[in-house]
């Protein structure tokens, strides 16, 4: 299995990043094959035909699971990501894929936000989204205890 994290934190190397690391490693049991810190893509995102940017929506459509991470940015995922998805074609971009939608935020005000944003742009894009979002707390994201019962719950419907 082909495991992708994508993470879309307009700041880099962000603790959205090593959540996403987090969240695939403990749901395959290893590393993922691939990270794409989307800003690292830069000005490539705002339009088509960037090498960067091809290749990296390349790696996630030959991906068959990938976890998509953003902050709580205006109560729903980043700009930075938007850009990111907006280069794969609607219903069909990641067909054969399946999507955990992760976001963190600072208090649990946001927690729908996976569920009521991120998981139906994600279908829109084609991908199978099995498993409710998952929503951690930026404090206490890097506590694996934060995210090992949604896994244990999920993990099956995931990983088929």
Do not use: C
């Not at 749901?27 to 091809?54: E, F, K, N, S, Y």
């Not at 902050?71 to 998805?85: D, E, I, Q, R, S």
Request: charged residues 15%; proline residues 8%.
């Amino acid at each position: 299995m082909r495991t992708t994290v994508i993470a879309g934190n307009p700041k880099p190397a962000s603790r959205t990043l090593t959540a996403g690391i987090d969240v695939a490693t403990a749901l395959t049991g290893t590393a993922p094959d691939d990270v794409i810190d989307v800003v690292t893509l830069g000005a490539g995102l705002l339009g088509w035909g960037d090498p960067g940017v091809a290749a990296a929506v390349s790696t996630v459509k030959r991906s068959d699971l990938i976890v998509v991470a953003s902050p709580t940015f205006k109560a729903t995922y980043t700009g930075v990501l938007k850009l990111f998805l907006d280069q794969f074609e609607t219903s069909t971009g990641l067909t054969g894929v399946t999507a955990v939608p992760l976001m963190l935020g600072a208090a649990p005000g946001h927690a729908m936000a996976p569920e009521v944003y991120l998981r139906p742009l994600l279908g829109e894009l084609g991908a199978t989204t099995p498993a409710p979002g998952l929503y951690l707390i930026d404090a206490t994201a890097a506590d694996p205890e934060s995210y090992l019962p949604w896994i244990e719950r999920w993990r099956g419907a995931i990983l088929g």
